[in-house]
């Protein structure tokens, strides 16, 4: 038999898996360093995340690097997750 704290964790933990992160504005740097923004990687990688183009054409994370570390942490937010 559960508890009403066993219920009360169950009802916020199927709240979470409903809950979703908003994308990010279009406008928000994700590499500072050459000025690559969230519509700059929607544009040029349509099919996917292509890291190497975006090198190639902006010079992305080729300068202090923060824009590849935090990519677990922005890739999703680009990039909806279907
Ligand atoms: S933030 Fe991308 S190289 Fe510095």
């Known amino acids: 038999m559960k ?3 066993d219920l009360d964790i169950s009802e916020a933990l199927d709240a979470l898996q409903d ?3 908003p994308a990010l504005d279009g406008e928000v740097l ?3 360093c050459f000025c ?3 519509n700059d990687i929607r544009s040029t990688c349509p099919e996917g ?3 190497d183009l975006l090198a190639q054409r902006f010079g992305f994370g080729t300068g202090c690097m923060t824009c590849l570390k935090d990519l677990p942490k922005w890739k ?3 990039f909806e997750i279907k």
């Open 30 to 32: 994700i590499c500072e």
């Open 19 to 21: 809950w979703t992160q």
């Open 49 to 51: 995340l292509d890291l």
């Open 36 to 38: 690559v923004s969230v």
């Open 3 to 5: 508890s009403d704290q």
């Open 76 to 78: 999703s937010l680009v």
